[in-house]
């Protein structure tokens, strides 16, 4: 008999891992399917007909898509387990605009970094990645006031939007040899990380940093070949 859920996907995709966070914290058994975002399956077409791309989480046969859409939706459809959202809608709200910034403003610049020629260039959105980790840092104290996530005590739903991107942090910190998380400049999100990665629901889920690596030198060659 077929999953009542199930997740369309690939395994390296931080959208991806972002929902299968949330399904692991709300201990929800899903199948997971893999697809190929490069060569669509009509099943994947046919789910996401609008956008065409990946994760779609399929429940009871209805297709929802978006990451972020598809972790709100994950924590209104069940009540076992933790909430992700914040209860109280000012907190609410807060987790909203951050997750919003990093998907919209900050993460988008790891992707410049990738088509960089010059090392003024680089040196520019390095400043810029930085100073949004200043921003997150400041956005933890407040988020989590003194608990271990940004979402108190438990992973919440800032902890999967930022969290699902630290693989791929890892792995820009192999190729160029720049340290993002200081314990000194960034205390909180520091062991933020580390408390992360180190949490059942999360552990399994994030994509080995070497692969991770191996997919970024092939955007990377992938891309100056283009430009050039």
Same mark, same amino acid.
């Given at each position: 008999?077929?999953?009542?859920?199930?997740?369309?996907?690939?395994?390296?995709?931080?959208?991806?891992?972002?929902?299968?966070?949330?399904?692991?914290?709300?201990?929800?058994?899903?199948?997971?399917?893999?697809?190929?975002?490069?060569?669509?399956?009509?099943?994947l077409?046919?789910?996401? &007909? $609008?956008l065409?791309?990946?994760?779609?989480?399929?429940?009871?046969?209805k297709?929802? +898509?978006?990451?972020? $859409?598809?972790?709100?939706?994950?924590?209104?459809a069940?009540?076992?387990?933790?909430?992700?959202? &914040?209860?109280?809608?000012? /907190?609410?709200?807060?987790?909203?605009?951050?997750?919003?910034?990093?998907?919209?403003?900050?993460?988008?610049?790891?992707?410049?970094?990738?088509?960089?020629?010059?090392?003024?260039?680089?040196?520019?959105?390095? /400043?810029?990645?930085?100073?949004g980790?200043?921003?997150?840092?400041?956005?933890?104290?407040?988020?989590?006031?003194?608990?271990?996530?940004?979402?108190?005590?438990?992973?919440?739903?800032?902890?999967?939007?930022?969290? +699902?991107?630290? #693989?791929?942090?890892?792995? $820009?910190? $192999?190729?160029?040899?720049?340290?993002?998380?200081?314990?000194?400049?960034?205390?909180?999100?520091?062991?933020?990380?580390?408390?992360?990665?180190?949490?059942?629901?999360?552990? /399994?889920?994030? #994509?080995?940093?070497?692969?991770?690596?191996?997919?970024?030198?092939?955007?990377?060659?992938?891309?100056?070949?283009?430009?050039?």
């Amino acid at each position: 008999m077929a999953s009542c859920v199930q997740l369309l996907g690939a395994s390296r995709s931080p959208f991806v891992n972002r929902v299968q966070m949330a399904l692991n914290l709300k201990s929800i058994e899903y199948e997971f399917i893999e697809e190929n975002p490069h060569d669509k399956s009509e099943r994947l077409l046919k789910a996401n &007909p $609008v956008l065409k791309k990946i994760p779609v989480l399929i429940h009871d046969g209805k297709p929802i +898509c978006e990451s972020l $859409v598809i972790v709100q939706y994950i924590d209104e459809a069940w009540n076992n387990g933790p909430s992700i959202l &914040p209860s109280n809608p000012h /907190d609410c709200a807060l987790a909203r605009f951050w997750a919003a910034y990093i998907d919209d403003k900050w993460f988008p610049l790891y992707k410049e970094l990738r088509g960089v020629s010059t090392e003024e260039a680089r040196k520019e959105i390095l /400043d810029k990645i930085f100073e949004g980790l200043t921003l997150l840092e400041e956005a933890f104290v407040k988020c989590s006031k003194g608990k271990p996530f940004f979402g108190g005590d438990n992973v919440g739903y800032l902890d999967i939007a930022l969290g +699902c991107y630290m #693989p791929w942090m890892k792995a $820009v910190e $192999v190729l160029i040899g720049v340290k993002w998380l200081d314990k000194i400049k960034n205390p909180g999100l520091a062991e933020w990380a580390e408390r992360l990665y180190s949490h059942n629901a999360i552990k /399994d889920v994030m #994509p080995e940093t070497q692969k991770l690596v191996e997919i970024y030198k092939m955007y990377q060659a992938k891309e100056i070949s283009t430009s050039g």
